[in-house]
């Protein structure tokens, strides 16, 4: 969902685009191919060639299974774990065999999970780790970028939050519940969701790549986070839907298992560098991104 938004931002101003890919690569030419891309073939845990990145600026590494595709079986979170790790380590291991002076910037995926479980605080970049499975694997995933940090590279950590899109992630599941007027609050409803649309993370990824000397973890969250009540709440107002039936935490953890305490945890995360470094919002307020989002909607029922 991000990589695919991405790379069409990127190479909407005029920038030429790799995708790794885990099959045979298209050639040069091929029509499947959109104009600007090229692709070349990598496997995690396996040795990248450096030279496929020669001549690279910027690496941004978002791969790894996903975190709500599935029940959290101890095989599972097994696969969780080490495709994050392997993955961000034979990147890491690739960036930092290129010569000085030519390794590319690189940012790693993370997320606000790395706070764990913290209520109403607010919490900045200088927070500490939390606890439960997602903070530390999110510490584990931060720290994998070492080879490349050690070596010299510019290295930022992608905290993400919640991303608002029509096309994925937790928002676009909740989606149908909330058209049905069935999307409630989950648990007490009272825990704090760092969201953002995906147009501005999109062009948060952009600044970051565009400012390496921010450095180190970034929260690529909006200015304003919001209860997981209110943030239902505002969407099912966009789409003229009540949001009144709750999701009772006993049947959460009865149909989620163990990722059910982790949806009901609370990260207030506040996204203090990007704000320092100047970065804007063009979707700072609920209300507004939730607008942004029912067009998107909108738009792609029309489309297809």
Known sequence: MIGSALSEEL???GDQVLHLVRRAPRASGDPQLPPGVREARWEPGVRLDPAVLDGVEGVVHLAGAG???????????????SSRLEGT????LAVAALPAGSRPRLLSASAVGFYGDQ?????????????????ELCREWENATWPAEHAGASVAHLRTGIVLSPHG?????????AKAGLAGPLGRGDQYWSW???HDHVRAVV????????????????????????VVKTLAEKLNRPAIVPAPTVALRLVLGEMAGEILTSQRALPTVLRHAGFGWDHSELGVAMEWLTTQRKRAKKAG
């Open 11 to 13: 190479r909407g101003r």
């Open 67 to 81: 975190i709500g595709d599935h029940r959290w079986t101890a095989a599972r979170k097994r696969l969780l774990m």
């Open 89 to 92: 380590e034979t990147i890491s």
């Open 119 to 135: 209520g109403t605080d607010l919490l900045t970049e200088e927070s500490g780790h939390g606890q439960g499975f997602l903070a």
């Open 169 to 177: 992630g937790a928002i676009a599941r909740i989606m149908p519940l």
């Open 196 to 198: 953002i649309t995906l």
């Open 207 to 230: 600044f970051l790549l565009d400012h390496p000397s921010l450095t180190g973890p970034v929260n690529l969250t909006g200015p304003d986070p919001a209860t997981q009540t209110a």
